[in-house]
């Protein structure tokens, strides 16, 4: 079992930057890849970014790419999502999944066997 838990959201100026953190407890962190998916109201869930178990290879979704970047500190068992030049439809619950099943994470929400609570980004114009 892996438990995940995301931080750093908040409400901020449609222009302006957040750093989300999800820390993770349980198995070895190092051995699942990362995801961050978002949900906004209304809306169906959306691949935002994903990381390999050792880092080395990330992918992000392409409204997201030059804006967001997506890492991991093994050592903290944290995955960060750094999030620029934010815009009002960025605005969602942006959750942290680990997967088990890729090494390199996916865009699939349901190759992701563990998912946190989380954070609300609001974002004003």
């Known amino acids: 079992q892996v438990r995940l838990v995301e931080s750093g959201g908040g409400l901020v100026q449609a222009g302006g930057s957040l750093r989300l953190s999800c820390a993770a407890s349980?198995?070895?962190?190092?051995?699942?890849?990362m995801g961050w998916f978002r949900q906004a109201p209304g809306k169906e869930r959306e691949f935002v970014a994903a990381i390999s178990w050792s880092g080395g290879r990330t992918y992000y979704a392409d409204s997201m790419k030059g804006r967001f970047t997506i890492s991991r500190d093994n050592a903290k068992n944290t995955v960060y999502l750094q999030m620029n030049s934010l815009k009002p439809e960025d605005t969602a619950v942006y959750r942290c999944?680990?997967?088990?099943?890729?090494?390199?994470?996916?865009?699939?929400?349901?190759?992701?066997?563990?998912w946190g609570q989380g954070t609300q980004v609001t974002v004003s114009s």
């Open positions: 999944a680990a997967s088990s099943k890729t090494d390199s994470g996916s865009v699939y929400y349901d190759e992701y066997d563990y």
């Open positions: 349980g198995r070895p962190f190092s051995r699942y890849a």
